[in-house]
């Protein structure tokens, strides 16, 4: 499967700008031939909203408002499924089943509003609508934490049964692509790699259990991931240019469940107890698609977008690609073709 994360900058609050802003870096990559396009959480609003009364402008109805509208355009002009995050102002639709239709406002008399992450695929059809479950205490300033929680669907995507990375041909040709087949997924939105309000225990790892359990062999995971560094060293050249190797290692470090060692119970990677039978001997393809830059309010973001495969009968991850820092554009990896790095107890290392 040929992958496409477009990491970038948003300007907080300059929907044009960032909207046009990514049409260039993609119209720049010419991608052909990719299946699915992850974008950032908060992808063309930015994300450093301080209060309800600064994101309520930029708040969009239910999978109806410009991200959507652009999500819709994107994925009919590159014929792939496009996942972009946005602000949403909770309107009952058919969509919203998982909230009822007469409670759109919360007990304080005021609209709902959600994280969310919406994907659609190439002919308009929104293939899944997901809310933020896990809450930053910046998201806590305006949104609701999701009210059902994780979500895992079947993804119409191109695939080979002949490989554990359910991969695509390498070709960049449609045409010479194997046939769509349902791609079990789960969702995920920065935070939700966190234990819950930074309380929950570390090792209840929520998302990849979920992950794990629901037998999913994809996970999108949109983010706004910050960085610990201050401004002047992520503007030096080379630290932007380089991935930082520290955050992908917390999150892979969040993603364990999957990684495929023997649990405390003395099971083996796929045996969960319950017999969800999820996760670890068949390899999971994670998508993490972060942002890069600087926001209003010092909030300053790590990048370092990337897609790894998780778990397998190995204890090694693969790293097919991954950004720096301070790096804007399109990475596209193809999960069908060897990975350029392994990632052990040791750190990276190439093939």
């Not at 720049?28 to 009364?53: H, K, M």
Request: include cysteine; aromatic fraction near 6%.
């Amino acid at each position: 499967m040929r992958i496409g994360i477009l990491q970038f900058s948003p300007e907080l609050g300059d929907l044009s700008a960032n909207l046009s802003r990514a049409d260039s870096l993609l119209d720049a990559a010419a991608p052909r031939g990719i299946d699915l396009l992850v974008l950032p959480e908060l992808a063309f609003t930015g994300y450093n909203f301080l209060s309800l009364s600064a994101i309520s402008p930029h708040l969009e109805p239910t999978a109806a408002g410009p991200s959507t509208e652009w999500a819709n355009r994107t994925a009919a002009r590159l014929r792939c499924v496009v996942c972009v995050g946005y602000p949403e102002r909770y309107v009952a639709d058919s969509l919203s089943t998982d909230v009822p239709a007469s409670d759109t406002r919360d007990e304080r008399g005021r609209r709902r509003n959600y994280n969310s992450l919406v994907t659609v695929s190439p002919d308009g059809e929104i293939l899944a609508h997901y809310r933020k479950t896990h809450l930053y205490y910046t998201d806590e300033l305006w949104a609701e934490e999701s009210p059902t929680k994780w979500l895992t669907t079947d993804l119409p995507l191109r695939h080979s049964s002949s490989s554990s990375s359910f991969s695509s041909s390498s070709s960049s040709s449609s045409s010479s692509r194997s046939p769509q087949s349902q791609t079990k997924t789960a969702f995920a939105i920065c935070m939700d790699l966190n234990p819950h309000k930074f309380t929950a225990p570390w090792e209840s790892y929520e998302l990849a259990t979920h992950a794990r359990s629901s037998g999913a062999e994809l996970l999108v995971c949109s983010m706004a991931w910050l960085s610990r560094l201050e401004r002047e060293e992520l503007l030096a050249e080379d630290v932007r240019e380089l991935p930082d190797t520290e955050t992908v290692g917390y999150w892979l470090g969040r993603l364990q469940p999957l990684c495929g060692a023997r649990d405390e119970l003395g099971k083996d990677d796929g045996e969960d107890g319950n017999g969800g039978g999820g996760g670890a001997k068949k390899e999971v393809v994670v998508v993490l698609a972060n942002r890069c830059g600087e926001e209003e309010g010092g909030a300053r973001y790590a990048g370092s977008s990337c897609v790894l495969g998780v778990g397998g009968m190995g204890r090694e991850v693969r790293l097919w690609g991954v950004m720096g820092r301070g790096v804007e554009g399109l990475l596209v990896v193809d999960t069908g073709e060897e990975a350029g790095w392994r990632i052990s107890g040791g750190g990276i290392g190439g093939e």
